[in-house]
């Protein structure tokens, strides 16, 4: 595993998401920060129940800034409404805060970012879950299952079932809604995933 010097002398010990974001783009905690556009942090409200946690910002959130903008999020909209959750609720981030891929050409193909990027990046992703303290948190796919629920975890196994944080907190893995998006059977693999939302939504009420 490569290692990296990690982002928690980058990560204020105290404050809000506020003083939180406008640290991230400091941050030089692995390599990911050199060849990205910027920084995308998480998004939603501070006292939100339901935290999702996604892999890494895509092409589309690079160039935006925001998380969850291009065609993963819109499936995961998509996915959240048939669910019966209101998106603007939710917070929504990632395990690694800045884009990693290959340039092929003009095009930048996404890497999915090894577990030194995940170990590096998840002091960001502890302080979020202390500042927002969700009731629930649904993992979204195996690169956020590893840095939350360790490399054991296998989200194909568990799925849509009711699974805790190592501090306790309830969790929900689920797949990537960009394997949903790929996906060759997309409206069985779509409403799979619409169960687990749903599965995760029941365990708030
Ligand atoms: N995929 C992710 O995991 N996060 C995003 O923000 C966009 C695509
Ligand atoms: Fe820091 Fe995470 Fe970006 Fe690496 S990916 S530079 S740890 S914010």
């Known amino acids: 595993m490569q290692k990296f010097a990690g982002a928690a002398e980058w990560v204020p010990a105290r404050g809000g998401l506020p003083k939180l974001e406008a640290a991230l783009p400091d941050c030089r905690g692995c390599d990911l920060w050199q060849d990205a556009e910027q920084v995308v942090p998480g998004g ?22 925001e998380a969850f ?5 819109r499936l995961l909209d998509k996915a959240l409404e048939a669910a019966g959750i209101d998106r603007t609720e939710v917070y929504v981030t990632n395990a690694v805060k800045h884009f990693r891929f290959e340039r092929r050409g003009k095009r930048r193909i996404h890497k999915t970012p090894a ?9 960001w992703l502890r302080r979020e879950l ?7 948190v649904v993992v979204l796919g195996a690169t956020a ?6 490399t054991g975890f296998k989200v194909t196994e568990h799925r849509g ?9 309830a969790a929900v893995a689920t797949v990537h ?8 059977e ?3 693999d779509f409403g799979l995933f619409v169960d687990d939302l749903r599965a995760a939504a029941a365990l708030l009420t």
């Open 161 to 169: 079932r009711p699974t805790e944080l190592p501090d306790g907190t």
């Open 115 to 123: 577990v030194g990027h995940i170990v590096a990046c998840s002091p």
């Open 44 to 65: 939603g409200p501070a006292k939100a129940r339901m935290m999702l946690v996604g892999e890494q910002p895509g092409d589309v959130e690079d160039k935006a800034g």
């Open 145 to 150: 299952a590893r840095s939350l629920l360790g």
């Open 186 to 188: 997309y409206r069985r």
């Open 69 to 73: 903008v291009g065609p993963a999020g």
């Open 177 to 184: 809604p960009s394997a949903v998006v790929r996906s060759d």
């Open 130 to 136: 202390e500042i927002v303290e969700p009731a629930l």
